[in-house]
């Protein structure tokens, strides 16, 4: 496989893994998220955590694995990134750390004061990181206050603060929204009762949330942020250099890809007829199709800022020759086909072992279960 076809292959791999982390690990988030405003008693609450304590562990493999394929065939936006995003990337760090903590020691002692505490301490680990994230990718479109010198050395000039700017924080109230929306649907399958009822009411508010955020953020990009494009020769097959091209930063760039390739449009529609169709099912019990769609959505809504921003990875809005794109922040052409290899081996391990593990432990979490296996469930 020559050079180019790799780097359009890792885009597209990446893409894939960020779905994935987000349908996976995500869902277990937007229940994090629910969990202190859904389960009014403890053993409610109990029963909302079980939904996904038997998995969230292994859902974290899509978490792991897109950071690992980040730093193998992204090297130089690994590294500008968490240098530029030090402070957001330890924040969504911290915010983690109370997922394996609170799944495991949130029931072991018997008060009220102790179980209320990791109750939010999930809350904090299922809603900050998605909030976090997403001000990442608004950020993003918007470009991010970087630099190369002659000897590639990257040079961050903006702030943690300056981060949190308008549009940013809309896109993390998309990403918030999105995964709750998600988080609600797969939670809607597990429960029955007064919990389905709330988590079913959860779904429509942040259904209908994620749907006009969405909206509202489309038309900003498309109205008011200035987007990038390249306008030198773009050669796939040459070594990586983001110095060698010549970026320019013009008004409604972000939309060029929809006029040069026309089949992209698709990408946001069907995120919004996702969303639609997922608050439709939402209304009328279907939770399984609720939550497949709500699936669909978040693909559509991670696909959309990609095809919008191809091919750039991470746009510099103090240097724009210093953008990053899929063609010149790659790895070798050597690293590329091996991790590819390893790729086409172990992405259908997880999805096998991941499903079989979904079947074995399906079924409905309720309050007298958690009663029954009081000893034995978290």
């Known amino acids: 496989m020559d050079y180019e076809t790799l780097k359009l292959v890792w885009w597209l791999l990446v893409g894939v893994l960020l779905i994935g982390f987000a349908i996976m690990d995500g869902h277990d988030m937007g229940v994090g998220t629910l969990l202190p405003f859904v389960g009014r008693t403890d053993l409610e609450r109990r029963a909302v955590i079980n939904t996904v304590a038997a998995h969230w562990e292994g859902n974290q493999v899509w978490f792991v694995t897109a950071g690992g394929a980040l730093f193998a065939a992204w090297p130089l936006v690994y590294a500008t990134a968490f240098s530029g995003f030090y402070w957001a990337m330890m924040a969504a760090l911290w915010a983690l750390f109370f997922r394996p903590v609170g799944f495991t020691y949130r029931s072991k002692i018997q008060n009220a004061s102790w179980r209320s505490t990791w109750d939010w301490g999930l809350f904090i680990g299922g809603a900050v990181p998605p909030i976090i994230f997403g001000v990442a990718f608004g950020n993003l479109l918007l470009g991010v206050p970087f630099h190369f010198n002659d ?62 955020a969405f909206a509202l953020a489309g038309w900003w990009v498309a109205t008011s942020i200035d987007g990038y494009a390249i306008t030198s020769v773009i050669d796939g097959n040459s070594p990586p250099d983001p110095l060698a091209k010549t970026v320019v930063i013009a008004e409604g760039a972000w939309m060029l890809n929809y006029n040069h390739y026309p089949w992209t449009i698709w990408v946001p529609i069907v995120a919004f007829i996702a969303l639609a169709a997922g608050i439709l099912f939402a209304r009328l019990h279907k939770a399984g199709l609720a939550f497949w769609s709500s699936s669909t959505a978040c693909a559509g809504i991670i696909g959309t800022a990609g095809v919008s921003m191809f091919p750039f990875i991470m746009p510099s809005s103090t240097d724009p020759r210093s953008s990053l794109t899929l063609y010149d922040a790659v790895s070798s052409h050597l690293t590329l086909g091996l991790m590819l290899g390893a790729t086409v081996i172990f992405i259908p391990l997880i999805v096998i072992y991941t499903s079989w593990a979904y079947k074995v432990m399906w079924g409905k979490v309720t309050t007298e279960f958690i009663s029954a296996n009081d000893k034995s469930v978290y």
């Open 151 to 212: 000897l590639m050395m990257s040079t961050y000039t903006g702030s943690f603060w300056a981060l949190l700017n308008p549009f940013a924080l809309l896109a993390g109230v998309v990403s918030l929204g999105m995964l709750t929306f998600h988080g609600a649907n797969y939670m809607m399958m597990r429960t029955e009762g007064p919990i389905y009822r709330r988590t079913r009411t959860a779904s429509l508010i942040f259904g209908v949330l994620t749907l006009f």
